[in-house]
């Protein structure tokens, strides 16, 4: 069922859920999944109940404000991400980068600013892959050379 936060008490560790019905639901920290984002007028869902005092949620999560997250270009909606993996894949070291239509990391500029070995022929570098599947069956790939894995999977796990 879906609702809205209409009062939090952080202090007491409890609130109030209003739910797609108007009624009021009870729930209370600890029957929620991601409790750093509960705030009052947040979209939530969660499982109606009943206890000894009346209506009341539980297996709460709280939904983030922004439902879309941008990675190199790429808008994928939140509530379509199935699942996502790190994983590293050797590749040719010679590999160019598109620098036209690639959103470089930090990582990528710091490792062209200092001076290093020209790549020999045939020879291999790893590189931090990140592979976003969507409910709809397509897989997203982003390497460690067009986005910042780390600070991508944080936000995938919100």
Excluded: C
Excluded at 86 to 96: G, H, L, N, Q, W
């Amino acid at each position: 069922m879906n609702g809205t936060i209409t009062t939090w008490f952080e202090d007491k560790g409890f609130g109030f859920i209003k739910d797609e019905n108007g009624d009021n639901r009870y729930f209370h920290v600890i029957k929620v999944a991601n409790p750093d984002l509960i705030k009052k007028d947040a979209a939530v869902t969660f499982e109606p109940t009943t206890n000894n005092k009346g209506l009341s949620a539980f297996a709460v999560k709280v939904l983030p404000e922004n439902k879309y997250i941008y990675i190199a270009g790429e808008r994928l909606k939140l509530t379509s991400i199935k699942s996502f993996v790190v994983y590293s894949e050797e590749i040719p070291a010679d590999t160019r980068i598109d620098k036209e239509n690639a959103v470089l990391s930090v990582g990528l500029l710091m490792g062209n600013i200092r001076p290093k070995s020209a790549p020999q022929p045939g020879e291999m570098r790893a590189v931090k892959q990140l592979a976003i599947t969507t409910f709809q069956g397509t897989t997203h790939i982003f390497s460690e050379d067009e986005i910042d894995i780390e600070a991508t999977v944080k936000m995938l796990k919100v």
